[in-house]
C-alpha cells in the first residue's frame, strides 16, 4: 500500500515532465503550463505521505520546501481560486499540521528520522543534500519568475533538476527504493531536452 501511494505520486510527477516536453516540443520553446503545477501539488503530496510511512526525512524535507511554491505558480496561473475552498484549505494545512506535529513530539520524530537502522545518518544526509538541491529548483524558479511576474520554467531549473537527480537516483539504488529509482530516471531525458531547448533559444 506504501509503495502503490509512491508510485502514484511518482506518476503524477512523471505526467508534468512528459506533458511539459510535449507542450514545449509543439512551441519550440520551454513553457510552463499550468497543468505542470497542477500535477506537481498533486504528486507532492502524495510524496510527502510516501516519505511519512516510508521514514524517510529526506523526501519530506524535500516536499516540505517546494509544496508552497507549486501553490504560487498554481496561483500565478490563475487556477489556484478555481479549487474548491475545502481542498485549498486542506492542501495549505497538511504540511502546517505536520510540522506542528513534528515539534510538539521532537524527541520521537528524531528517533523515528534520525534513527531509524535503516538509513544510516551519513545517506540520509547525502540523500537529503540531493533533495535540497533538486528541491531549490523550485526556490530558483520562484525567484526568477517572480522577478519577471509571470511562472516560467528558466535554464537554471533544468540545470539543477538533472544535478539533484542524479544524486537522489544513486541515494535510491542504495535504498532500493523502486518509487524514487522509478520517478527520477524518468526525468533525466526530458531534463536534458529542456536545457538544450532553453539553450537555443537563448541564441
Known amino acids: 500500500m506504501i509503495y502503490v501511494i509512491g508510485f502514484l505520486a511518482q506518476i503524477f510527477f512523471s505526467a508534468r515532465i512528459l506533458l511539459q516536453w510535449i507542450l514545449s516540443e509543439r512551441a519550440k520553446k520551454v513553457i510552463s503550463p499550468a497543468i505542470f503545477w497542477q500535477l506537481s501539488i498533486l504528486g507532492s503530496y502524495l510524496l510527502f505521505i510516501y516519505g511519512w510511512l516510508r ?14 511554491i ?21 492542501l495549505l494545512l497538511t504540511p502546517v499540521a505536520a510540522i506542528i506535529y513534528m515539534i510538539e513530539d521532537a ?59 542524479l544524486i537522489i537516483v544513486s541515494y535510491a539504488i542504495y535504498r532500493h527504493d523502486p518509487v524514487l529509482i522509478l ?15 532553453s539553450r537555443k533559444g537563448s541564441c
Open 55 to 68: 521514514d524517510d526525512f529526506a523526501i519530506i524535507f524535500g516536499q516540505i520546501i517546494s509544496y508552497y
Open 183 to 197: 520517478g527520477q530516471s524518468t526525468g533525466l531525458l526530458a531534463y536534458g531536452r529542456n536545457i538544450w531547448l
Open 107 to 165: 524527541s520521537a520524530f528524531v528517533d523515528q528520522f534520525f534513527r531509524n537502522e535503516k538509513i544510516p545518518l551519513w545517506l540520509l544526509i547525502y540523500g537529503s543534500m540531493g533533495q535540497i538541491i533538486f528541491t531549490l529548483r523550485f526556490v530558483y524558479q520562484w525567484i526568477y519568475s517572480k522577478r519577471k511576474d509571470e511562472s516560467l520554467l528558466p535554464l537554471g531549473f533544468w540545470v539543477i533538476s538533472l544535478f539533484g537527480s
Open 70 to 90: 507549486y501553490i504560487w505558480n498554481l496561483n500565478k496561473k490563475h487556477q489556484w481560486k478555481w479549487l474548491p475552498l475545502v481542498l485549498r484549505t486542506v
